[in-house]
């Protein structure tokens, strides 16, 4: 046996040295082509025939945008399998496949298409939601208000759950940031509800679908991205959003509080004890009014038109650092942590958005949005048909790449398609108008974006709460977990494609549209 252990570890330490050097080959490979090419830009005529020893630029001109479409996506999807990070994989594959197409003179296409993204003041909204929700968030006031909920309702079959559904959705509100809500809810509520014995794919499940609610309900950091690339109003998306996001949160409460009705074992009740009552309950709402009151003000400000999404962020900000001054949580070290995580998420974000730009931009200058339009018409299914294509591909998409990533990639490519388009409704309901189609399918977007979250293998709500799982909850169960209430957010899917009112009404109650 021991023998047979040193052969197998001798075969892997020449496989390992052998794609070490490989690796080594690759790198001196690409480097040398880099320097070469580098001269060439520096010191030859980019429209004359001379060059150092080669020149690629140029070389895939007379490729067919559907090679050109394989070889891009191909490529894409090579690299971030391998690990690579998106931020840079998107953006440098972007000018890699300009050079290759156009040459040096082509690549003058990369600041016209980063330099309107920077001028675009929408896109400044996105930090200070941010430090907005990491203040909120490291002040503490997160564990305080699931301890109001999680006492309002312990007294529920399956109220542990449902107050975990119902924090995580006032969560929303407040942050409009997912990792921070399933994480924060993963080391709050889940120890609570393991040790009443809840059924461990309840608890599971309830922190995930809970924590996702902040890709869909104001103010949602997706949504902002989605409104600037659409060239859609921040706050009718948002307005949009409002209603299927209490629908949802409201079909995740209904079902675990049925099903610990139905088997109590499921979703024990706390017991009598530790209950608190109407008076000591009233006394726990006081904690809530300052950050709800800040909800309600950022989120009211901008419904009612009186500050665009920009200032209503800043005055969320502020608001943060006041509430928590208030309760006694606000100092230099919280400031410095939340800005720290402000500047590291903005940077991230900031860096898909303009290499996706860069990427998708070019793909488009070449015909492809010409070349996929033509090849999902030339399909001859219904315009719902073309939807629910568009929807599948999405939650493929959502189980492998960043959210980000995803909208950058798509919907400029989508949202031409849809436009043209005419849905007239389902089962002898209303249709939508074409004025907003774009609105519709944003929110019908958000709300796929939440069912990626939560798609098994990659999900990364998934991974997300396994990081805070105690050792024994295996990554089996995690994904079990998270099928039943990902078959209910595809029921919320179709219920907002069936009744499109449940997206356009209150824009148009109060924008007038449609």
Known sequence: ???????????????????????????????????VELINILFYDPYGDKHFLFTLGGSLGD????????????????????????????????????????????????????????????????????????????????????DVVYKWMGGLR??????????????????????????????????????RKYDHKIALGSIMAGGTLGILIPPSILAILYAVVAQQSVGQLYLGSVLP??????????????????????????????????????????????????????????????????????????????????????????????????????????WIIFGASIFVGFFILQGGQTFITESILGTGLHPYGILFLMMVILIFLGMFLDWVGILLLTVPIFVPIIQSLHFQGLFGLPGVPGSEVVLWFGVLYLVNMQMSFLSPPFGYALFYLRGVCPPEISMATIFKSSLV???IQFIGLLLCIAVPDIITWLPRLAYGHG
């Open 63 to 146: 490729v067919g945008i559907g090679k050109l479409t394989f070889l891009m996506f191909g490529s894409l999807a090579l690299l971030l399998m391998m690990g690579l990070p998106m931020a840079f994989v998107v953006g440098g594959l972007g000018v890699v496949f300009i050079y290759l197409v156009g040459g040096q003179t082509m690549l003058n296409i990369i600041p016209t298409r980063i330099f309107p993204l920077m001028t675009n003041p929408n896109l400044a909204a996105i930090p200070l939601f941010i430090f907005m929700a990491s203040m909120l968030e490291r002040a503490g006031l997160i564990e305080e208000m699931f």
């Open 1 to 35: 046996m021991s023998n047979f252990a040193a052969e197998n570890t001798a075969s892997q330490s020449v496989w390992d040295r052998l794609w070490h050097y490989v690796m080594l080959l690759a790198i001196a490979t690409v480097t040398f082509i880099v320097v």
């Open 245 to 350: 996001g209490l629908l949802l949160s409201g079909m995740y409460i209904s079902y675990v509080v049925i099903r610990a009705w139905i088997n109590p074992a499921m979703g024990p009740s706390l017991p009598k004890e530790e209950r608190v009552n109407w008076a000591q309950k009233l006394r726990l709402l006081l904690n809530l009014i300052a950050p709800i009151f800040l909800v309600f003000l950022v989120l009211g400000l901008l419904f009612g038109g009186i500050a665009t999404p920009v200032e209503a962020a800043g005055i969320g900000s502020f608001g943060a650092i006041i509430v928590a001054a208030m309760h006694k949580r606000f100092n230099l070290k919280i400031l410095r942590e939340a800005s720290v995580t402000t500047a590291r998420a903005s940077a991230m974000v900031l």
């Open 158 to 195: 399956g109220g542990l759950a449902a107050a975990t559904i119902l924090a995580s959705t006032i969560l929303a509100a407040m942050v409009g940031v997912i990792g921070a809500a399933v994480v924060t809810m993963g080391i709050i509520a889940l120890p609570a509800m393991l040790k």
């Open 485 to 487: 209430f990902l078959a």
